[in-house]
């Protein structure tokens, strides 16, 4: 049996990377994420965990370095939030181009200016055409297991692409919750890197590609990508299996008869089943679609004939909410109520995401805390 | 005597620690540079103790900018100000890892390119603003967070790196010498071109000192030789008076290292490494001074 622990969502990640055992971890600090790799260069002077911890100097050089591990065959893992992501972005595309099964804990946070250290998810849906998986978590235990996973899933053959597990900062990375420290015994398997450095077959690596062939390596990528979605089926039934805990790509609650659906990401998509358990005693209802895995983007959503409330906690700025657009891209018929709350970590409370489904305008979009005629 | 100037460029409401050295080193720096100044300042602790908008610290504009990138937007703040015919001092105010990590091609391409602007770097040898991580800066035997053991490795000869670059005035400082401070901020600003300052500031919670003794660490560092105050302006090189005074008879810097708890795990080993590191260093600095007086 596992044990129980109480931990933050940042030492839960590092729990679940020193089970996945990486052999080179390179990484930066930047709040709310430091606490992750605090965790692991402890377990690492410890012991506890045998990896070459790489101190270096800056995210773009935190994500090569972990490219360049990578690249040798080792599993490698790293973390980051907000700025160091957005520092990262360059290297995110070599990482993901060069089909590097790298893993990584991302806080989200908003960016500045001014500088704001809370949570918002702008941080990591900017860097959604990078190539890389995403993933949202909303408990600490799921941070965990969203991690374990990930090694999994980003290693698949079938897949080779990076895997980004983003987690809400403070809200979740730095609260206190019960998690099951699972042993994942041989959940995940050895990584076997088909286009490894070898110097006894050597190999090119990101040379010139020209036009006529370089559609195509994009094109490899596309398709791990929608092969991800087996993958990820496959990987989380697998856990649900052994360990007893399940998960979807898109995590519904009472959404069958739901007249009205909230949508969300991270901790507003669990908070929202606290505004649907309220909306249903007052006889609306509603129900919850948490989106786990925007990257790749979740193609079955059942969500025919309902209202959507989506709560977006990022802006694009000159189109709207950047959940709300893409759901309505993949859906034309989707009926989307769009609600822009949570930047900088503006409180929004399950009573303020009920009070968004009851005052609902079909088609609009509001921005929560902004006055009515300002709108 | 340096007469400094009354008049307070801070107001009374810096959220830092108490006993930090890196705004009581901005005090007189401002003090220095006066009114006509806009500081640029990466992230760092000084982004967090200006204070929560719409309030602030300082009676100077401020620019706020990412941790890469504060010599590149000095460079277009000076330029600007320049074509402009403004002659308003431009001082970046960055922390260690600004500079010796993650700001510094930004900063050798400034200092390259001849930009019209001071650089300060306040140097508490750690990552303040995230929790005290390691820094290229961080010496040999601290603790820090990513370094619970202790930094195997040494301190980056951050000077070294920024003289490669021949600037018209670059010079050392610590923030337990606010004459000093005020002295080498005004001759750097009656310079033009790209000026360097690299200033000790102790940290309390960071070396693990108590929050009244930062001005004590201070002169201990410089007492026993870890820290040697100099600058140099072109080809002359000089070293300042309280270190001219140290060098004659340099403390063991194994009370430096025994003041502060950042330092416990040091074992005799590496401290006599830190010793010989110190000596070395000096000797250095010594026969430096003494050919540039030479060649007056
Ligand atoms: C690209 C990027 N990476 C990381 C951070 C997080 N961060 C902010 S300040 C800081 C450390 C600053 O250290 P230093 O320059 O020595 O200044 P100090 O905090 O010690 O004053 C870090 C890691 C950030 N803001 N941006
Ligand atoms: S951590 Fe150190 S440098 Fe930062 S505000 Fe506190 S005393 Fe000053
Ligand atoms: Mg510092």
């Known amino acids: 049996m596992s044990e129980l622990i109480m931990s933050t969502g940042n030492k839960a990640v590092a729990a679940a990377v020193k089970m996945a055992k990486p052999l080179v971890v390179a990484a930066y600090p930047i709040t709310p994420q430091t606490e992750i790799i605090e965790s692991i260069a402890d377990y690492v002077e410890a012991g506890d965990l045998k990896a070459r911890y790489i101190p270096v100097e800056s995210e773009h050089s935190a994500m090569t370095a972990c490219i360049g591990a990578s690249i040798t065959g080792v599993r490698v893992f790293t973390a980051t939030s907000s700025h160091g992501l957005l520092y990262m972005h360059e290297m995110l595309h070599w990482a993901a181009g060069a089909r590097l099964p790298i893993v990584m804990g991302q806080v989200n946070r908003t960016l500045a200016p001014g500088w704001n250290i809370w949570a918002e998810h702008t941080d990591a849906l900017s860097q959604r055409d990078t190539g890389w998986l995403q993933v949202y978590v909303s408990t600490v235990q799921e941070a965990y297991d969203a991690t374990l996973m990930a090694f999994r899933i980003a290693e698949d053959n079938r897949v080779l692409l990076p895997v980004m597990i983003n987690m809400d900062g403070f809200l979740l990375s730095h609260i206190m919750q019960p998690f099951e420290m699972t042993e994942p015994g041989d959940f995940i398997p050895p990584l076997d890197l088909p286009h490894k450095i070898d110097v006894n077959d050597p190999k090119g690596y990101g040379a010139m590609s020209p036009a006529n062939v370089h559609y195509q ?128 970590g503006q409180e929004v409370t399950y009573e303020d995401m009920a009070e968004f489904v009851r005052s609902r305008k079909m088609g609009t979009e509001f921005w929560f805390g902004i006055p009515q005629e300002e709108q | 005597m340096t007469e400094i100037p009354k008049e307070e460029m801070l107001l009374k409401c810096p959220s830092t ?229 140290a060098m004659k008879r340099p403390v063991p810097v194994g009370e430096y290292l025994k003041a502060q708890g950042r330092f416990r795990k040091v074992d005799e080993k590496t401290a006599a490494v830190i010793q010989a590191n110190v000596d070395k260093n000096l000797k250095k600095i010594a026969l430096e001074a003494a050919q540039s007086e030479e060649t007056e």
């Open chain 2, 17 to 245: 620690c108490a006993g930090c050295g890196s705004l009581l080193a901005l005090r007189y720096i401002l003090k220095a540079a006066g009114k006509d100044t806009v500081l640029v300042i990466p992230a760092c602790c000084n982004s967090v103790i200006q204070g929560v908008y719409p309030y602030m610290l300082h009676t100077v504009p401020v620019y706020n900018i990412a941790f890469a990138a504060a010599a590149a937007c000095a460079s277009g703040m000076s330029e600007a100000l320049r074509a402009k015919g403004e002659k308003t001092n431009v001082i970046v105010y960055a922390g260690d890892g600004g500079t010796a990590d993650i700001g510094i091609q930004a900063l050798s391409g400034a200092l390259e390119r001849g930009e019209d602007f001071l650089y300060i770097c306040y140097d508490n040898e750690a990552y303040g603003n995230t929790g005290m991580q390691r820094s290229g800066a961080t010496p040999l035997g601290a603790i820090t967070t990513t370094t619970p053991n202790g930094k195997t490795v040494n301190k980056k000869d951050l000077d070294r790196i920024v003289e490669a670059h021949n600037l018209p005035y670059q010079a050392t400082a610590c923030s337990s010498y606010p004459a000093d401070i005020y002295n080498k901020v005004k001759k750097a600003l009656s310079i033009p071109g790209p000026k360097f300052i690299h200033i000790l500031a102790p940290c309390p919670p960071g070396w693990r000192i108590p929050s009244e003794k930062t001005v004590e660490i201070g002169k201990m560092a410089v007492k026993s030789g870890i820290w040697v105050l100099w600058e140099k302006e072109y080809d002359k090189f000089t070293v300042s008076a309280p270190s001219r005074a």
């Open chain 1, 217 to 344: 390596f994009r094109f490899d990528m596309e398709k791990s990508m929608r092969a991800s979605r087996t993958v990820i089926n496959e990987t989380e039934a697998e856990f649900a299996k052994r360990f007893g805990r399940s998960y979807a790509p898109v995590e519904e609650y009472f959404c069958d008869d739901a007249d009205v659906i909230i949508v969300a990401m991270g901790t507003l998509g669990k908070e929202a089943e606290v505004a649907a358990d309220l909306l249903r005693k007052e006889g609306i209802k509603a129900g919850v679609m948490r989106i786990r895995w925007l990257r790749p983007f979740p193609l079955d959503m059942n969500i025919k004939g309902k209202d959507l409330v989506v709560i977006d906690r990022d802006c694009s700025f000159g189109f709207g909410g950047v959940v709300a657009g893409e759901i309505q891209a993949r859906y034309p018929d989707a009926k989307i109520a769009s609600v822009i709350a949570g930047l900088g």
